[in-house]
């Protein structure tokens, strides 16, 4: 089946850093997205990407799509404390039915 | 304009009990879609439902899991006779059609198995 594989799995920055996490498939997606889960919440959308090369900005976010169509990267700028959280990478399936990465688990120290 | 609204948000079941999360779409959503997540895990799909038809059931275990979606009332996600294994955070999404546009999440259910 297709599986994304994200890194790294968790990171632990200072505030004002900037961060970069990316994602592999090893098969084409059409969309990708990537989105950002509290604890004890649902994912919530942060950036979605819809086509191959495209580079997409959402305030302090960029994610572009790779041109293979099997990868994509998020960065952040400028970290702050409410930037906390579990970031997934996910792919639209051919079955209309979102596929998630494990995850990158981000600390941020004040 | 409420979100997805997903009841309980925590619930315990002893094993060989039944578990039945309930799944209210936002308004003018007929998609509704459920996941679940392991601990330290990703989302994985389980079921993609429209009213009262099961489109999509690829991700659920064949036995004791079963999905529906009334014409009136709330989606609903059941598990009998639970396991251990079972225990998870289940969420719902829902969307206007099945395409990304509005698709949102629901807060989940965390069900614990003891």
């Known amino acids: 089946g297709q599986q994304l594989n994200q890194s790294p799995q968790s990171m632990f920055i200072q505030e004002g850093e900037d961060v970069s996490m990316n994602c592999t498939s090893s098969?084409?997606?059409?969309?990708w997205l990537w989105y950002k889960q509290d604890p004890g919440e649902g994912p919530v959308l942060l950036i979605a990407?819809?086509?191959?090369?495209e580079l997409t900005s959402n305030g302090r976010l960029t994610a572009q799509f790779g041109i293979t169509r099997k990868d994509s990267f998020l960065n952040i700028s400028a970290s702050i404390p409410s930037d906390v959280g579990i970031y997934f990478c996910a792919g639209w399936g051919s079955q209309g039915n979102l596929i998630f990465g494990k995850g990158t688990k981000l600390s941020v120290k004040p | 304009n409420a979100g997805v609204m997903q009841n309980p948000r925590h619930l315990v079941r002893r094993r060989g009990q039944e578990a039945r999360l309930r799944c209210s779409p936002m308004k003018g959503h007929s998609h509704v879609y459920w996941y679940r997540q392991l601990p330290e895990e990703g989302l994985k799909f389980m079921v993609y439902?429209?009213?009262?038809?099961?489109?999509?059931e690829s991700g659920m275990p064949k036995e004791r899991f079963s999905a529906e979606f009334p014409k009136e009332g709330p989606s609903i996600l059941r598990i009998q006779q639970v396991v251990r294994g079972d225990s998870a955070a289940y969420f719902c999404a829902s969307s206007p059609d099945r395409a990304l546009d509005g698709y949102t999440f629901g807060s989940g259910t965390r069900l614990t198995v003891v």
């Open positions: 990407l819809y086509k191959a090369g």
């Open positions: 439902l429209q009213k009262e038809n099961i489109i999509d």
């Open positions: 098969s084409i997606f059409n969309t």
